[in-house]
């Protein structure tokens, strides 16, 4: 006879529910259930058994299914008996098992299990009341965990949908096959043992909605190595998650379709960490990645007509150790002020970098100062615009107590408007601490190179501290878009009055020139600077001669490093630089532009303009005819015979890219032939990173976070997030804005990542969001600030803003004092 679906309306299954609910609490709190159909719901609150010292925790396995048994159940079954029996005594259960789905309305039995398992073959297997005493069990407190085909099971329940957090799409493949699944929590106990990536065979659900956001995922699977088929879910695809539910906690893994995934020892271990969890054996987060558990505030306002005292145009911050945030405007003005970009006109360029402060405890903006710039020109072609300014900012990490401020940026003062040359500089200044005002007539002025003006652009900008007190200064190439169909920027022959604009060899692959350079100093209290051991050059290399190298150089062949980062703990240095312009690769070029990403370990060559990505060479030109192409550089022993070098011809190897996007997809790779040359055909491109994809482009490198237990208040964001790298770009719609996990053993290598999740839904997009993203740091107190740039280009606007996002989920849980075992804590 065929089973009649039930769609219980929520009121309805809640009266169910505190019918048994009450039944349960009558049972073990010694009381007496009240008579009636519909009894009032109990006024005290179920709670499941702890015993003193945790004696009796219980786990029931329900196989109950509207399908004949199953060997996987049996399977299923012995190896969560074998769980609780093995591993350390405090982690140990009792297992029960029963196939009557009346055991959820018998509230004195069902009140004595710390968890239940669902290992059933789906189906609708559970009536109205079973399923309301089911419910009751879970909001007093108890633990559910699904294995494989309990997402089948009771169909028709929005509330059994919510428990499970998804359904399998029925175009799910229904064959054993190997894949990839990548374990992205890493202290949850039922990942927190598991490989990285974690290789193994079973059957594979697609979902119908993907719950990723709605619960907590703790494992995806790679569907780049398997055949997902029809309804794939793409790059984000959840297999195992948990949530807090409805009082309770649930635990769902999609694994476990086979028989022979219940010998693993790895899935045994998966299963274990689960029930220590839901059973109350242990505490974990199961809230970190739930979007509804983030705030995004902004902090700003727009600025008054005319004027500049919330903000400027958006271009870099860093938080001070009390909380204080510092931001800073490039130097557009707002756009009813006037741009000079008349070469004849001694104020052409001239623009305000500003320098605000933002005070979390008073919730008020100080303007610090202004600097006079070089670089309010505003937008059009590549002769008009220009990208210099106010470009970056640092702390002191003595700041608390000396106040120094260090800027990076193109003073209007020194640029020559006959050879249209400037001279950009690194300069500290001192900061009143009590007022928030800067001197700036304290300026002292540690480092400073040339830079051409007559052509846009990549001025770079971004800055950070080691934890060795060494501090590292981005530069962009300081060379044009144009002039080599948006492909390498390798063309000799555009100059103004002998400065090359348009090769980037004279600037980013030149070992004797600072722009398009990574540098490192280690800045001295009397404003001078030394340099620490372990730069790419010393300075006195001789090999071709001298004074071929500068010694401040880190890090070479980077386009336009605007935002880099540097982890403390470990002194990786973390970066992001914009690519080129050309949209699709050539067989006679190379590849399309690459917008990069790296995690660097050493000093070293990053490729620019020789190679991108994974070592992708572009091909050579050079006069007298730029436009024939020559032959493909070399990534492992490129030569700079550029016509405008002037610093050594043989330069270092080139180190691969961490994370590579072109509007096409996610680190694009192709075949290669005998040489290591790609095809660079379209439809031989293999995209690594399929969880990412290009179009407009721009990098904004972020931090890696690192959770501060001592320091941690109800805004921080959770420990989970400890160890990630946030990369995004500027542009908010494919484009990244993702956390994501590295394999030390790879990290600065050019290794990929293992692991990555968007963070779009908890970083708000859109126009009412943050749209623009131009820099984001994390504050002492573990909060998120980020900079909107704004809806235009080379100017401030009402959608400038600083923005404060904010974590509002909570402790892990259980609470400490309802773990079952307390000294399991």
């Known amino acids: 006879m065929q089973r009649v679906p039930h769609r219980r309306s929520r009121s309805r299954r809640a009266m169910a529910a505190a019918v048994v609910a009450g039944t349960m609490a009558a049972s073990l709190l010694g009381g007496n259930a009240m008579a009636g159909p519909y009894p009032e719901p109990p006024s005290t609150t179920l709670s499941l058994p702890s015993p003193p010292g945790g004696k009796d925790v219980k786990v029931l396995v329900f196989y109950g ?3 004949e048994e199953s060997p996987i159940v049996n399977a299923g079954i012995e190896a969560i008996e074998k769980i609780g029996l093995s591993g350390p005594t405090a982690q140990r259960f009792k297992t029960e098992t029963n196939g009557d789905g009346s055991v959820f309305t018998n509230a004195t039995k069902l009140g004595k299990y710390n968890a239940v398992v669902f290992l059933t073959g789906g189906g609708d297997v559970l009536d109205p009341e079973q399923e309301a005493g089911l419910e009751a069990f879970v909001e007093a407190g108890g633990g559910f965990l699904g294995i494989r085909d309990a997402a089948r099971t009771e169909p028709y329940s929005d509330w059994f949908t919510g428990l499970i957090g998804a359904r399998p799409a029925s175009t799910s493949p229904d064959t054993v096959q190997r894949a990839t699944v990548e374990v992205g929590d890493r202290q949850h106990p039922a990942t927190k043992n598991l490989p990285k990536e974690w290789k193994r065979s079973d059957k594979w659900f697609n979902w119908d909605k993907n719950p990723s956001g709605d619960v907590h995922t703790v494992a995806r699977l790679r569907e780049s190595t398997y055949k997902p088929g029809q309804g794939a879910n793409g790059a984000d695809h959840p297999i195992s998650w948990c949530r807090d539910y409805d009082g309770g906690r649930s635990f769902y893994t999609g694994m476990g379709a086979t028989v022979d995934s219940y010998a693993e020892a790895d899935f045994r271990d998966h299963l274990r960490g689960a029930l220590q969890w839901t059973t109350r054996i242990s505490r974990a987060d199961c809230k970190a990645t739930i979007n509804a558990n983030y705030a995004a505030e902004r902090v700003t306002q727009p600025n008054k007509p005319g004027e500049s005292d919330q903000i400027g145009e958006p271009h870099g911050t860093v938080v001070a150790p009390d909380g204080r945030v510092f931001y800073i405007g490039r130097g557009g003005g707002d756009n009813t002020q006037p741009v000079v970009t008349d070469w004849a006109n001694p104020d052409i ?57 260090y800027l990076h940026y193109t003073p209007h003062s020194e640029i020559n408007r006959d050879t249209r040359m400037a001279e950009r500089r690194v300069s500290r200044f001192t900061l009143d601490l009590a007022t928030n005002k800067l001197d700036l007539a304290t300026e002292k002025t540690l480092l400073a190179w040339p830079v051409q003006i007559n052509s846009c652009c990549h001025s770079g900008g971004g800055m950070a501290w080691d934890s060795k007190g060494n501090l590292y200064i981005a530069t ?14 390798n063309n000799p022959q555009p100059n103004y009055k002998g400065v090359s604009f348009a090769d980037a060899r004279r600037t980013a692959g030149n070992t004797n020139n600072l722009n398009g350079k990574i540098l490192r100093i280690h800045p001295e209290d009397n404003g001078t600077y030394t ?82 990505g994974n070592k992708q060479p572009y091909r050579d030109r050079n006069l007298p005819d730029p436009t024939k192409p020559l032959g493909w550089y070399n990534c492992d022993a490129p030569k700079n015979e550029s016509p405008n070098n002037d610093g050594l011809v043989n330069i270092p190897p080139i180190t691969g890219n961490t994370i590579w996007y072109s509007p096409q997809g996610g680190a694009p790779d192709y075949p290669r032939d005998a040489n290591g040359v790609p095809s660079y055909k379209a439809e031989e491109a293999t995209y690594l990173l399929p ?104 100017t401030s606007d009402a959608k400038s803003a600083l923005w404060r996002v904010t974590y509002k989920g909570g402790e892990a849980t259980p609470a400490a004092a309802d773990l079952a075992r307390k000294a399991a804590q």
Not at 364 to 387: Q, S
Not at 745 to 750: L, N, Q, V
Request: proline letters at 6%; glycine letters at 16%; one cysteine or more.
């Open 65 to 67: 299914s509207s399908t």
């Open 349 to 405: 360029g001239k623009g305000e970098g500003q320098i605000h402060v933002y005070d979390p405890t008073t919730k008020k903006v100080t303007k610090a100062g202004g600097l006079t710039i070089f670089g309010n020109k505003g937008g059009g072609d590549e002769l008009v615009k220009n990208e210099e300014g106010l470009l970056g900012i640092e702390l002191d990490p003595d700041f608390m107590t000396n106040g120094w401020v």
């Open 531 to 612: 340099l620490p051991d372990g730069n790419l050059f010393t300075g006195e290399e001789t090999a071709e001669g001298g004074d071929k190298t500068r010694g401040e150089i880190y890090v070479m062949g980077v386009r336009n490093p605007a935002r880099i980062s540097v982890d403390k703990k470990t002194d990786t240095l973390y970066a992001g630089w914009v690519g080129p312009d050309a949209g699709a690769p050539s067989t006679t070029w190379g590849p399309a532009k690459y917008d990069t990403f790296a995690a660097i370990t050493k000093a070293g060559n990053q490729g620019w303009p020789y190679c991108m």
């Open 476 to 489: 962009g190439d300081n060379n044009s878009s144009q002039f080599s169909e948006g492909y390498s920027g």
């Open 691 to 794: 969880w990412l994809k290009g179009g407009g482009q721009a990098t904004m490198n972020g931090p890696l976070y690192r959770f501060d237990a001592a320091k941690a208040t109800a805004d921080s964001w959770p420990s989970y997030w400890d160890g990630k790298w946030f990369v995004g770009d500027f542009y908010d719609q494919t484009q990244p804005r993702h956390a994501v996990e590295l394999d030390p053993k790879t990290a600065g290598k050019g290794g990929l990542p293992v692991h990555a999740e968007s963070l779009k839904k908890i970083i708000p997009v859109g126009d009412s969001g943050i749209r623009n993203l131009m820099d984001w740091k994390f504050a002492p107190d573990g909060s998120l600030y980020v900079l909107d740039y704004g809806r235009g280009f080379f």
